[in-house]
């Protein structure tokens, strides 16, 4: 089982399944209601329904999918779709906190600024300069991974520290693999 390092945002996620979990009522209610509907009508809240259930269970997957998590040498980084992002330990150099502007409009339409978490890959890691994700969540350039504060737990200076050390000890045996031994031989 991986080692969740960052979690999600869940507070957004629950609010994000209002809408979905509003859609599922309503098609059961026209469906399932008292009333005689016409089997078009009843149709209709079904299918109301489902789709519905469908995005409330899609959303409680997310709710339970960590935006950073560890396994086996590797960071699993879920900022797409489908499987995480198998970025080996090795690669990675430091946390800090950055700031930007979000993907959600603020009053008057302007852009509100949040928190981001950003990630420095070493110089070596020339496979994953770029790489796609969805940019809702992140972006990933120049070896540098942005994570959107937006879309993850509340970024503090004691969690990205905490990261950070994290990280480090994770990265110790995979850096002393790769290290030349100089222990001498009797």
Known sequence: MPEVLLRPNVRAIYAGMM??????????????????????????????????????????????????????????????????????????????????????????????????????????????IEVPVKSALGRWSEGYITIHGAWCEPLTLDLVQHLNQRLHDLAQPSRAACAPDTTEKH
């Open 19 to 128: 809408i979905p979990g509003a859609i599922a009522i309503v098609g059961l209610s026209i469906a399932l209601g008292p009333w005689q509907a016409e089997s078009w009508l009843r149709t209709v809240g079904l299918i109301l329904a489902a789709l519905g259930g469908v995005m409330v269970v899609t959303l409680v997957r997310q709710s339970r999918q960590p935006r950073i998590a560890y396994e086996a040498g590797h960071l699993l980084l879920y900022l797409r779709s489908g499987a995480p992002i198998r970025l080996p330990i090795k690669y990675v150099q430091c946390a800090f906190l950055g700031a930007g502007s979000t993907q959600l409009p603020g009053p008057s339409g302007r852009q509100i600024r949040t928190a981001n978490l950003v990630m420095r890959l070493d110089e070596k890691a020339i496979d994953w």
